[in-house]
Structures are given as C-alpha cells and as structure tokens.
C-alpha cells in the first residue's frame, strides 16, 4: 500500500513538475519570441539596402540626364522637382513613415522627366528601369 501511494504521489509530482516547466517555456503573447525579432530586424535590414540602392541610382540617374539636359528648355527644372520629391519620400520612409501619396508624387515626378525630358535612350532606359524598382520597393513597403 504504501509502495502505491509513493508511486501515485511521484507521479502526480511529476506531472505538476513537467506542467510547470511547460508553462515556463510559453511566452506571454505580447511579447514575440527573440528569432521574430531577430528576423523583422533582418527583414527591416534587407529592405533599408534594397531602398538605399534603389534611390541611389535614380539619383546618379538624374544627375546624368542633368547634365545632358539643355539649361534653358525645362529639363533640369523637371530633373530638379524629381529630386526634391525624392529627398522626401526616402525621408520618410527612413523614419519608418511610409506614406504613398509622397511616394506617389516622386513616382510622377521621374516619370514625367521620363516622358518629357530629351535625353539619349540609354539614359532614357535607365530611368525606365529605375521607376520598375521603385514600384518594387513600394510593394515591399506596402506589406
């Protein structure tokens, strides 16, 4: 009798022990688990370089077609409002405050250079290429 009664009692021990240990393990769901965070700091990470090279060559973009732009026909007036909607969508979405209207705006702002600005094609294609990415970091912003 008494063997059953230490055999009871060490696994009813055993079973408040292991569930014990089991509720320690879980985390408050307030709080994620630290490999979350580790890959939203990773995933935050990717995205700033993939937003730093996308604006970096739009600019080195418009800096070409500004200096083959003619001074006195609008080209560099328009080269100059790209840039300035540039400087403020990518401020913005540095300061973790995405706002597509501003994004917009530098969107339409190179795409009108792209339309109405004379340039060569290769230079021409470049921007093309460089609204393509833009539109890929606005998706990605958007998730």
Known sequence: MKAKNLLLRSVAAAGLLMSGMAARAQQPPDRPYP????????????LDRFQDRVFSRLRADLDRAFSDAAPME????????????????QRMIRDRNFDRRAFDESFAAVQQVLE???????????LRLDLRELHRLQDRLQQ
């Open 74 to 89: 609008g080209d560099r007036g328009r080269i100059e409002r790209a840039r300035e909607r540039l400087n403020v969508a």
């Open 35 to 46: 490999q979350d965070r580790d890959r939203d700091r990773d995933r935050g990470d990717e």
């Open 116 to 126: 109405q600005n004379r340039m060569p094609e290769d230079a021409r294609n470049d």
